[in-house]
């Protein structure tokens, strides 16, 4: 993450805020502050990550994303970079042509062979919304309960899968109120990925 002290140290000018006002607001020394924006601490745990775009009144993608300050200096939208967008309507952005392997070794110091998303513009999903971030380890199995990237239809979904006793698998969401399903090993859906954590901006 050489590139996040300089965003952050960017961000807090932007918002007119000493080191010692944003250390306040994040819960930090005005010297941790210091060590994140030279480099001489280079890992921040995920609940530091959150406090900082609070403070600093950013999202996740533009605080980790290495494309996301310039694109806001010159008025643009950001591309694709460290975090990737999420569309219900196109498939999971690591399936998509063109996507550079190498986009999230940035962000390794929180999750290990995950792929972080969020949201595209204007998208909501089951229990990931605007400005939260889900870092997704892709596969197409049933592994364990809890929450699952499914394409169902050509239209990707955040569902909760659990394994019932009877063999069969119950699929829920924030929309949805629970639905059986016969057999774990032919659902009617494709499996894209598990969400292995998940952040909330608010």
């Known amino acids: 993450m050489d590139g996040l002290g300089p965003r952050i140290k960017q961000l807090r000018l932007q918002a007119g805020m000493s080191k010692a006002a944003l250390a306040r607001r ?3 020394s005005d010297v941790t502050i210091s060590y994140w924006e030279s480099g001489t601490i280079k890992q921040i745990g995920h609940e530091r990550l959150v406090a900082l775009t609070s403070a600093l009144n950013c999202s996740i993608k533009q605080l980790l994303d290495d ?3 310039s694109a806001m200096a010159v008025g643009s939208q950001t591309s694709s970079g460290a975090v990737m967008s999420l569309h219900a309507r196109l498939a999971a952005p690591w399936e998509q042509q063109g996507t550079e392997p190498g986009a999230i ?4 110091m929180l999750t290990q062979d995950c792929h972080l998303v969020t949201p595209a513009e204007n998208e909501s999903f089951d229990f990931l919304f605007e ?3 889900a870092a ?4 197409d199995k049933f592994q364990q309960d809890g929450l699952y990237l499914l394409e169902r239809e050509g239209i990707l979904q955040i569902q909760y899968l659990e394994h019932l006793a009877s063999g069969r698998m119950r699929v829920s969401g924030e929309q949805l ?3 059986t399903v016969e057999s774990v090993r032919h659902p009617p859906f494709r499996i894209v990925g598990y969400v292995r954590a998940r952040w909330s901006r608010q």
């Open 105 to 108: 070794s940035t962000l390794q």
């Open 26 to 28: 994040v819960g930090v």
């Open 177 to 179: 109120h629970g639905v």
């Open 136 to 139: 997704i380890v892709a596969c």
């Open 67 to 69: 494309d996301s300050l």
């Open 131 to 133: 400005g939260d971030l």
